[in-house]
């Protein structure tokens, strides 16, 4: 293989391929990164039998091939390679050849037939504008679990039917559901749900590159349901489903209301993040709604204490709560709007936050568990 190609393409797209190296290999051949130059292209991919990470990139390939590098290695090469100069890469039997501007790398060769056949891509499903997709897999994925001991905690359901795509995380003690329109490929498509790992999907999907829509492929039929699919921005990945049952929390939503609050954001967060200085992690903050404002408390009359008020208009009884700050504020921040509607109901059931642009059927919903207070 002989190729030349521009040092910011190559390390674009060895950075995109390279999130699919494990860790911790399981054979040595997964340490590699595959690349593959035919036509004028230069395939990069990686495949660690839970995901896989491909693109192409331009190339003067004069002479094709294809070879398996050590791909962590490579990466760190490509990233300290000067920027804006031609890359020449040339292979033989045993090593690949990099030069650069006067700098010059020989990295050993790992043996291609020894590695892994790259899945079957599944059936293509639908579109969704990138942009958002983006921004919803970020304000679910606050609220997956990090217990690996219980998996299907630590996913994302996506959810497609009927012209919407739903998403949605949970840890048990937080809740985050996020819907927003979706393009299937043919009308009157059938209902496709799937359990992605949430630190997977948000890695990918941030990281897809830019471009206007996100493809998402996932096969109709669920007995071959084992993969989903993204691509945009000429980069692709899969990745392999979780098993499992996805908790059923419509009816979290259904409590009845007695209080509803609004509030703006940023004054909000900056006064937790104050007030919550004189906590430890396990604290609960304590926050009293009152007509015309919130007041927030931490701490007792044996330690350290803070308070704060703030604005806030308040439709109902009056009620104080507690919550764990760091939820709490993930869920603020997560809402990414002005204005926070926060819906009550009573100190020891789920309270809502969502944003006041559609209070009635709000597109992205953040349940929290209150947090009892010792007296």
Request: hydrophobic letters at 45%; one cysteine or more; charged letters at 25%.
């Amino acid at each position: 293989m002989k190729i030349r190609i521009e040092r910011d393409q190559l390390a674009d797209g060895i950075a995109w391929a390279a999130r699919a190296l494990p860790a911790r290999p399981a054979v040595p051949v997964l340490a590699g990164l595959r690349l593959d130059a035919a036509g004028e292209r230069l395939a990069i991919s990686a495949y660690d039998y839970e995901l896989a990470a491909d693109v192409a990139v331009a190339a003067d390939v004069r002479e094709p091939g294809n070879v398996l590098v050590p791909g962590r290695l490579l990466a760190e090469i490509s990233r300290a390679l000067p920027r804006r100069q031609p890359v020449e890469i040339t292979t033989d039997e045993t090593k690949a050849r990099l030069a650069c501007a006067g700098s010059y790398f020989a990295l050993p060769l790992l043996p291609t037939a020894d590695y892994p056949s790259t899945p079957r891509i599944p059936d293509l499903a639908g579109a969704v504008t990138a942009a958002d997709f983006a921004e919803a897999v970020a304000q679910v994925a606050v609220a997956a679990g990090q217990d690996e001991s219980v998996p299907v905690l630590t996913s994302i359901r996506v959810h497609m039917a009927d012209g919407a795509l739903v998403l949605a995380a949970t840890d048990r003690y937080r809740l985050a559901v996020r819907r927003l329109p979706w393009h299937p490929t043919a009308a009157n498509d059938v209902a496709r749900t799937a359990l992605v790992r949430a630190k997977v999907l948000a890695d990918v999907v941030k990281n897809l590159g830019a471009g206007e829509d996100v493809r998402l492929a996932l096969d109709a039929a669920a007995d071959r349901r084992e993969l989903i699919g993204l691509a945009g921005g000429g980069r692709h990945a899969t990745s392999r489903l979780l098993s499992g049952q996805f908790p059923k929390y419509e009816r979290l939503f259904a409590n009845e209301t007695t209080a509803v609050a609004t509030v703006e954001t940023t004054p909000l967060i900056e006064a937790l993040r104050r007030v919550s200085l004189v906590l430890d992690r396990s604290t609960p903050i304590r926050l009293a709604f009152r007509a015309g404002s919130l007041k927030i408390e931490a701490g007792t009359d044996d330690e350290a204490e803070a308070a704060e008020s703030v604005a806030a208009t308040l439709e109902g009884a009056p009620i104080s709560v507690a919550f764990k700050p760091s939820h709490l504020l993930d869920g603020l921040t997560a809402l990414r709007s002005e204005t926070t509607r926060i819906v009550l109901s009573t100190p020891t059931t789920p309270t809502v936050l969502t944003d006041t642009n559609n209070p009635e059927d709000p597109d992205y919903r953040y349940l929290l568990m209150p947090m009892r207070v010792v007296a």
